[in-house]
């Protein structure tokens, strides 16, 4: 599965902009993630896959 598409699988029912919020980052980012416009640095993948409880390996090398 892409990123994006497993992004936005894992934010489920969350709103975006809550999303963002707690990680730290604009909606616009977040949402330029989860469209495939812009991959995260690894700093932003730390914090992601922290949030969402799953490896920073599946979320984004898998």
């Known amino acids: 599965m892409a990123l994006k598409d497993e992004l936005r699988k894992l934010r489920g029912d969350k709103r975006r902009d809550e999303v963002a919020r707690d990680l730290n980052i604009a909606v616009s980012t977040l949402s330029m ?3 495939g416009k812009r991959i995260p640095r690894d700093e932003i993948k730390k914090k992601i896959a ?10 984004f090398f898998a």
């Open 33 to 35: 993630y989860e469209n």
């Open 50 to 59: 922290k949030y969402y409880k799953v490896s920073i390996e599946k979320l």
